[in-house]
T-cell receptor
Framework: DGGITQSPKYLFRKEGQNVTLSCEQN?????MYWYRQDPGQGLRLIYY???????QKGDIAEGYSVSREKKESFPLTVTSAQKNPTAFYLC?????????????FGPGTRLTVT | QKEVEQNSGPLSVPEGAIASLNCTYS??????FFWYRQYSGKSPELIMS????GDKEDGRFTAQLNKASQYVSLLIRDSQPSDSATYLCAPSASGGSYIPTFGRGTSLIVHP
């Protein structure tokens, strides 16, 4: 069963703690992306990766970090430096690093920091 | 800065009517255009893609593209309450940036 999995679905943390969100895919897609979505808002790009061991900052990378050690996995760490981390986090993949392909989204992780 | 403009809505239509969702974009280099549906609390789901000028039909959905006007639309015929969602327009990237630009979405409400 091909797809993108994100875990956990809901995550609660205290302020000042780092937290890592998981994203795994078995679609054999090269590119992976992390977006943040706030209520009533659009998607904002945090980080993206076109190939293993390489990743680039998106529009709102401050306070976040990623790694891409395997093609299948692209975890996102929300650090204590992120001032307002409560949001819906979406992982997406794209078949190849080209301009023509659509993106596919995982089910998302809803993070609440208090 | 690449821009994608969508009317945020909400667009309210009665059940059985045609819902028309519109999108304009600034990047003339975009070659592919995608429509995603996002139910409240869920992740976006790809529902239509269009690459050439003109119309593309898939069931109750029709995508229309006019590259000269930098305009893409989505028509939903025989709208159902289950179509109530936010619809995101996403022209593809261009020039090797590999990052599509998503509109903020139009909220559609189909009332019985």
């Amino acid at each position: 069963d091909g797809g993108i999995t994100q875990s956990p679905k809901y995550l609660f943390r205290k302020e000042g703690q780092n937290v890592t969100l998981s994203c795994e895919q078995n679609l054999n897609h090269d590119a992976m992306y992390w977006y943040r979505q706030d209520p009533g808002q659009g998607l904002r790009l945090i980080y993206y990766s076109q190939i293993v061991n390489d990743f680039q900052k998106g529009d709102i990378a401050e306070g976040y970090s990623v790694s891409r050690e395997k093609k299948e996995s692209f975890p996102l760490t929300v650090t204590s430096a992120q001032k307002n981390p409560t949001a819906f986090y979406l992982c997406a993949t794209q078949a190849a690093g080209t301009d023509y392909y659509e993106q596919y989204f995982g089910p998302g992780t809803r993070l609440t920091v208090t | 800065q690449k821009e994608v403009e969508q009317n945020s809505g909400p667009l309210s239509v009665p059940e059985g009517a045609i819902a028309s969702l519109n999108c304009t974009y600034s990047d003339r280099g975009s070659q592919s255009f995608f429509w995603y549906r996002q139910y409240s609390g869920k992740s976006p789901e790809l529902i239509m893609s269009i690459y050439s000028n003109g119309d593309k039909e898939d069931g109750r959905f029709t995508a229309q593209l006019n590259k000269a006007s930098q305009y893409v639309s989505l028509l939903i015929r025989d709208s159902q309450p289950s179509d109530s969602a936010t619809y995101l327009c996403a022209p593809s990237a261009s020039g090797g940036s590999y990052i599509p630009t998503f509109g903020r979405g139009t909220s559609l409400i189909v009332h019985p």
